[in-house]
């Protein structure tokens, strides 16, 4: 089957897109074969005065290249020629005997929104599905059909670096603002508006209104464009430390095709695209598209169970967490009903709950009508009054069995047969918390991490008896919020705080040993992390992490054992940024190593940084691996995307397992023998690193 049809009436043809077995168009290889065939024809035709590119796709336009075909690329020459190609197709487009328009009714992205910058004029409509923008390197490359030459010529070089650098998909009103496209009209106005539009481009006043309104170059970028790249470095360089290749060859690039004609400058970015593409950093991040993409899709139960409509829920506990789950809930426009323990601390949540709001709202997301509106679907009580109708709560209370368990109590007395009941403990067995309960089908861990704004990622737990139909309404529901749902299994720590606080555990060991805080921290942040374990842990409050240690420790025995100078500092009452005290001090801004914290070190001595990376991420790795081996995770792309959004494990060493396959299991085995002989029975090798090492395994295959 073909992918491209093409209907031509009174001299306007009709280039429709519809790509066979596929519920979305991309340029593939075969598909840019197909195109270049199509468009050789076109250019002896006599007939047509214009011609409209159409997606027969509801919401898709072009989705871009087929990134499965970027993954296989691991030759530069290759690649360079691939893109190269796609570039010299796409040009072909502009030398057609008439005009051309691209209709953007959908998703524009990548090598979609290439091709549209390739056409003479582009019409977009406001339907919420259309966004535009060249998002490639989120995959760790740059756009390679000509993208980066096309846009800025189209917009200038300051707003198409902007665009490029930061990935950002457009909607259509703010691309046409931003010259983008040359016009944007409501969906179901489309055709009408689309018969004018052509009208005026066949008519050379009004023709040449509409190139009238295009992009005309500043004097910023006539006279000091290397401002503009000074300036794009210092927030590149800001946001990525330098670790994500991509951005900085996107500046390189436009540097070195200033001055040069647009056939020479297309060559340097497909050349700049294939030392990309071949990149072990974009290799990574393309795996973790896929596997972010698998996670959209996983309800983790059978297809036939369906969840439940939820419209109202509410929120137990007034704390930070509790804030942050009544806001994410009301910005989907659910009515949340939040209970706290007396108005005061209900009081204290609605300022936090505001300012989330205004930092949306500073950046440009929201207007200050939709805020007034999603601020009033939230209501407030400190009794259980108003539940009986509610099908959806989230206990967010103190980390105690006893305490959560009196909520239950009180719960199951007043809401109805079907409410779902979610707990969003960070460490509690889900059965254990059930024991007691009436119906223990309905309850279901709800795992937010802090600050939840912020934070992508909602841990899924089970209990032993929870029904498949809980499971699929609460992760529904946190994807309807914007979250990644990731099913894990019931144990202490549950997925990512397991391993988590091996790592934060093994650090406060090293410094009770005698290495700097300040070294140990801005190692790891050399390695990718955010912050280091010590910022990490004051960030997340000593107290919390103290709690969720003791109850791993519990759980886990010798290997979770608490670093006993993390006892010390809790019972010096440092708690981190929320006291401003904790193994740092905090005044405004500004931070310092705690004096108190080093005057109970013992003793210091000298630590090299792979030392430190070795005892950090070894230890991780072989917690996660157990981890695996015990089912808590259902693979290793699921744990690594985990560890990806629920810490921020750097994303381009593709997460913690496929960190793991780069050094190779039989070097992470004999690194954790030498380690275990050292420093004792935490670091020995877990069944499954013994047995992949002896084989020669990896935890990713192929």
Not at 135 to 152: A, C, D, I, R, S
Not at 184 to 204: M, N, Q, R, T
Not at 533 to 557: I, N, R
Request: proline share 3%; aromatic share 8%.
């Amino acid at each position: 089957m073909s992918a491209f049809s093409l209907h031509v009436e009174n001299k306007i043809a009709t280039l429709l897109f519809d790509m066979p077995n596929s519920s979305v168009n991309l340029l593939s290889i075969s598909v840019m074969r197909e195109l270049e065939a199509k468009l050789d024809e076109l250019k002896n035709r006599k007939d047509i005065d214009i011609m409209l590119f159409k997606s027969a796709k509801e919401g898709v336009f072009i989705a871009g290249a087929d990134i499965s075909e970027i993954e296989s690329l691991t030759d530069e020459q290759t690649s360079h020629d691939v893109v190269r190609n796609g570039q010299i197709i796409l040009s072909k487009i502009r030398v057609l005997p008439f005009y051309t328009v691209a209709v953007i009714n959908g998703a524009c992205l990548g090598g979609g929104f290439e091709l549209a910058l390739n056409c003479d004029y582009r019409i977009a409509t406001q339907n919420p599905k259309t966004k535009i923008g060249l998002p490639e390197v989120n995959l760790g490359v740059l756009p390679g059909f000509g993208g980066t030459q096309n846009l800025k010529h189209l917009i200038g070089k300051q707003k198409a670096l902007e665009l490029i650098l930061g990935a950002k998909l457009i909607n259509g009103l703010k691309a046409q603002k931003l010259k983008m496209v040359d016009s944007c009209v409501p969906e179901g106005y489309l055709e009408f508006k689309l018969e004018s539009f052509i009208k005026a481009i066949l008519d050379d006043k009004e023709r040449a209104k509409i190139d009238a309104t295009r992009y005309k170059m500043n004097l910023l970028e006539r006279f000091a464009p290397s401002l503009i790249y000074k300036f794009a470095l210092k927030e590149v360089m800001k946001k990525t430390k330098g670790r994500y290749p991509a951005p900085l060859e996107v500046i390189e690039l436009f540097k070195k095709t200033e001055k040069i004609p647009l056939n020479e400058a297309l060559s340097l970015e497909a050349y700049a695209f294939a030392r990309l593409c071949v990149s072990n950093v974009s290799k990574n991040l393309i795996s973790i598209f896929f596997a972010s993409e698998r996670l959209k899709h996983d309800t983790f139960v059978e297809k036939e169970v369906l969840p439940l409509d939820v419209h109202d829920i509410s929120v137990i506990g007034s704390g930070v967490m509790g804030g942050g789950i009544v806001w994410l809930f009301s910005k989907i426009d659910k009515a949340v009903r939040l209970k706290g323990r007396s108005y005061d601390s209900i009081a204290e949540s609605f300022k936090s709950i505001s300012k989330f709001y205004d930092d949306v709202l500073k950046r440009g997301r929201i207007t200050k009508r939709e805020v007034e509106l999603k601020i009033g679907h939230i209501s407030y009580t400190d009794k259980y009054n108003g539940f009986n109708n509610i099908d959806l709560v989230v206990e967010a209370v103190v980390e105690n069995i006893e305490t959560k368990k009196d909520v239950y109590k009180d719960l199951e007395s007043v809401v109805n047969e079907k409410c779902i009941i979610a707990s969003n403990t960070s460490s509690l067995s889900i059965s254990m918390l059930a024991e007691g309960m009436k119906k223990p089908e309905r309850f279901i861990g709800m795992h937010f991490f802090n600050p939840v704004p912020r934070m992508p990622l909602v841990e899924v737990i089970a209990g032993e008896k929870t029904s498949n139909q809980t499971i699929a309404t609460v992760v529904k529901l946190a994807r309807d919020a914007g979250k990644t749902a990731i099913l894990v299994g019931d144990c202490a720590g549950f997925l990512v705080n397991r391993i988590l606080i091996t790592y934060i555990n093994e650090s406060v060991r090293m410094f009770r040993e005698g290495a700097s805080i300040l070294l140990i921290d801005e190692t790891i942040e050399e390695f990718g992390m955010p912050m280091g374990p010590f910022s990490l842990a004051d960030e997340v409050g000593l107290d919390v992490g103290y709690k969720v240690s003791k109850v791993l420790e519990e759980a886990y025995g010798e290997r979770m054992k608490v670093a006993p100078i993390l006892e010390e500092v809790i019972n010096m009452k440092l708690i981190g940024k929320k006291n401003k005290k904790g193994f740092y001090t905090y005044s405004g801004k500004e931070k310092e190593i705690n004096k108190e914290v080093t005057a109970i070190q013992p003793r210091s001595r000298a630590y090299s940084k792979p030392e430190i990376i070795d005892r950090a991420m070894m230890i991780m790795i072989n917690e996660a691996a157990r981890a695996l081996e015990e089912n808590i995770v259902k693979d290793a792309s699921q744990l690594d995307m985990a560890m990806i959004m629920g810490t921020g494990f750097p994303p381009f060493r593709g997460g913690l397992l496929k960190y793991a396959d780069s050094l190779g299991i039989e070097k992470v085995y004999i690194s954790l023998v030498g380690l275990e002989e050292k420093y004792g029975k935490r670091f020995e090798p877990c069944e499954l690193i013994v047995n992949m090492a002896a084989n020669n395994e990896a935890f990713y295959k192929g």
